[in-house]
């Protein structure tokens, strides 16, 4: 009944707090609450330790501290920085005669520094680097303190995470909720290695649950298990699909059990979450960058300037040189192979698929829009701002292949024959001389089942099965070797192009081509998505 009563009244707590602060408030200091049932498991797990102090590094309404209010042998310590969470918690969660074991300091966590604690357990608050609180300042006391160079990109969990690591007192244990992006970024190569660096790591853990513990998390999620106290030789990775399973943790068989030594801080982790793991030829493979590199979609800055459509140019009177054709959603592709046919196609349905591209030496008809916009604030946007002169945008050629940034259920790949420009929607291949000759082939081996799964590893994994990449993942990631496309027959690559012109599929022929350079460890290759082009043309 007792912890009935404590998960009844940690849920109302949160539900009440959500009801009764703006959710501007809560996004500002990256609030996101612990679950009760996640809360008692990581609470019980560093208390094992056998150690009689906790501490947490972000409070918030005491989840973690809630679990065992009613113990005497138990001292609990920590920081937050919301005075306003704090106190609703102080006023609705803790009242319990023995809070006198309870000690917390209102203060910025990654500003208070020269402490050692035996334990510590935490939700840290999640906010991307572009909203990080004190970012500057934090990075200098980070490389004053511990010897390290935060990333530009670097959030502030995976910063939580680095300052806890570094002021465990070798005593106890260490159980974070975290965001596993990192597990797959480049800023996260730096968390990984000082997880391992001295053989601590126990275990992380992954939810494919994770709406379940977090509604409104945009991200994968995970907890971190570290003992401080002992050296393990290999990591556990677990991944669960329920959080019923965190009550019977010890009987459950890791997905994967990897030797500390094997695991490399700049390689991709989340594959260590697979049951089955694809296995590779890497002497036939090399990496994309060899064929040239893919670069992020022109950012606007200001959309609703920037992006017109065919009407808006018949009224603004614009020179012919002063916009340039762009596709600006990724709906606007609906096939694999997209040519100049298709793109006059969405100008005669008079969809937003021009950007306007004025020179310094404009029209007045551009002047007027120019004026216009500046009248409407677009020149003190983020971008736009840094821009000189602000409506300036990126100059770019049309790229040969595009690669959808977001998706579900497999990317979206399309080789472009039009001379249309992109925006952040897609990635751009450019080719360098290399690869100029190699675009049908590398486009067919992105689009086959064999190039999807090897491709995939390079993903970055969201909430909600969304998966992403960045455009050094891409350049980063595995694609057949020069000598291996050289055996590819010419009738073949023809006969397969002009099979997806007319059908909008991978022949069969082309993924049995490929297939020879991977295979799964318990199972064969199967196709996912909504069509054998692994994505969904809509």
């Known amino acids: 009944m007792l912890l009935k009563f404590l998960f009844l009244r940690t849920m109302n707590n949160q539900e009440l707090y959500s009801q009764k602060t703006d959710s501007s408030h809560r996004k500002k200091f990256g609030q996101f609450f612990t679950h009760p049932d996640v809360a008692k498991f990581m609470t019980n797990w560093v208390l094992a330790s056998g150690q009689e102090t906790i501490y947490d590094p972000a409070f918030g309404l005491g989840a973690f501290y809630l679990p065992i209010q009613n113990r005497e042998d138990i001292n609990f310590y920590g920081s937050e920085i919301d005075p306003t969470v704090l106190e609703f918690g102080l006023e609705?969660?803790?009242?319990s005669s023995l809070d006198f074991k309870l000690s917390i300091k209102i203060e910025d966590y990654l500003l208070a520094w020269d402490k050692q604690h035996q334990n510590i357990v935490c939700n840290p608050p999640y906010m991307r680097f572009q909203k990080f609180l004190n970012r500057d300042r934090v990075a200098k006391e980070f490389q004053e303190k511990l010897g390290i160079k935060l990333s530009g990109y670097?959030?502030?969990?995976?910063?939580?995470l680095l300052k806890s690591l570094s002021e465990m007192d070798g005593t106890g244990r260490l159980a974070y909720v975290m965001p596993l992006e990192f597990l797959n970024t480049g800023y996260g190569t730096m968390v990984k290695q000082e997880l391992i660096i001295n053989k601590h790591l126990v275990s992380i853990i992954k939810f494919d649950c994770e709406k379940e513990i977090f509604p409104d998390a945009t991200t994968s999620v995970g907890i971190i298990l570290y003992d401080s106290s002992q050296k393990y030789d290999a990591v556990n990775f677990y991944s669960l699909d329920s959080m019923d399973l965190l009550k019977d943790f010890a009987k459950l068989v890791p997905t994967k059990n990897i030797l500390t030594n094997d695991l490399k801080p700049n390689t991709k982790w989340l594959p260590y979450f697979q049951k089955d793991a694809?296995?590779?030829?890497?002497?036939?493979?090399?990496?994309?960058?060899e064929y040239g590199r893919f670069s992020r979609?022109?950012?606007?800055?200001a959309n609703e300037f920037f992006v017109l459509k065919p009407s808006d140019l018949k009224h603004k009177l614009f020179l012919a040189t002063e916009y340039l054709p762009c596709i600006t959603r990724s709906s606007q592709i609906k096939k694999p192979i997209f040519d100049l046919e298709d793109y006059q196609q969405l100008v005669a349905k008079d969809l937003p698929v021009y950007l306007f591209a004025a020179h310094d030496q404009h029209s007045e008809a551009a002047d007027r829009y120019i004026q216009y916009g500046v009248s409407q604030g677009f020149d003190r946007r983020f971008l736009t701002k840094s821009r000189n002169p602000w409506y300036k945008t990126e100059k770019r050629e049309p790229s040969h292949l595009w690669l959808g940034v977001f998706s579900r259920g497999g990317y979206?790949?399309?080789?472009n024959r039009s001379n249309a420009l992109n925006l952040t929607c897609f990635h751009g291949f450019q080719p360098n001389l290399l690869g100029i000759n190699q675009i049908e082939k590398l486009f067919l081996y992105l689009s086959s089942q064999v190039g999807r799964q090897i491709i995939s590893l390079s993903m970055r994994k969201y909430g909600d099965d969304l998966d992403k990449?960045?455009?050094n993942d891409l350049n980063m990631a595995l694609v057949p070797a020069p000598s291996y496309f050289d055996q590819m027959p010419e009738d073949l690559i023809k006969d397969a192009i002009a099979w997806i012109e007319k059908t909008g599929t991978i022949p069969q022929n082309i993924d049995e081509y490929f297939a020879p350079l991977a295979r799964m460890e318990s199972q064969s290759l199967n196709c996912t998505g909504a069509n054998s082009m692994g994505a969904t043309f809509t």
């Open 92 to 95: 609705f969660g803790l009242n």
């Open 154 to 160: 670097t959030n502030t969990a995976s910063a939580f």
């Open 297 to 301: 979609g022109i950012a606007t800055g």
């Open 469 to 471: 990449f960045e455009p």
């Open 278 to 289: 694809l296995i590779v030829k890497n002497n036939e493979l090399v990496s994309l960058r």
């Open 412 to 415: 979206k790949v399309v080789l």
